[in-house]
């Protein structure tokens, strides 16, 4: 088992800033990759920001140049640095975990954390 809590949601303006942050304990020895994804209303979930084991990243074209992923190993912890925030950016934000425990490939979820722009 692995449990995702994640923190730094809330309210913001336009054009501000925010991190959010996620802390994986239980199984991760293997980790694969941690990422970042987000569910705006009546949308599908989509990968926002990922970075795998040897530290590669990647991101959603929509947030190249505005959002940063980066991890703290020895806190087990992700964070997703977010500037220059948009409207469009308001979102609940899910981290997502992807690993093997023993010899089987799983994904977890966090519980998810409500960010809100406003314009």
């Known amino acids: 088992q692995v449990q995702l809590v994640e923190s730094g949601g809330g309210l913001v303006q336009a054009g501000g800033s925010m991190t959010l942050s996620c802390t994986a304990s239980g199984n991760i020895l293997n980790t694969i990759a941690m990422a970042w994804y987000h569910q705006a209303p009546g949308k599908e979930r989509e990968l926002v920001a990922r970075i795998n084991r040897g530290g590669g990243t990647d991101y959603a074209e929509s947030v190249k140049g505005r959002f940063t992923i980066s991890r703290n190993d020895a806190k087990n912890t992700v964070y997703l640095r977010m500037n220059n925030l948009k409207a469009d950016d308001t979102a609940v934000y899910y981290c997502?975990?992807?690993?093997?425990?023993?010899?089987?490939?799983?994904?977890?979820w966090g519980q998810g954390t409500q960010v809100t722009v406003s314009s």
């Open positions: 997502n975990w992807i690993g093997y425990i023993g010899t089987t490939r799983n994904d977890y």
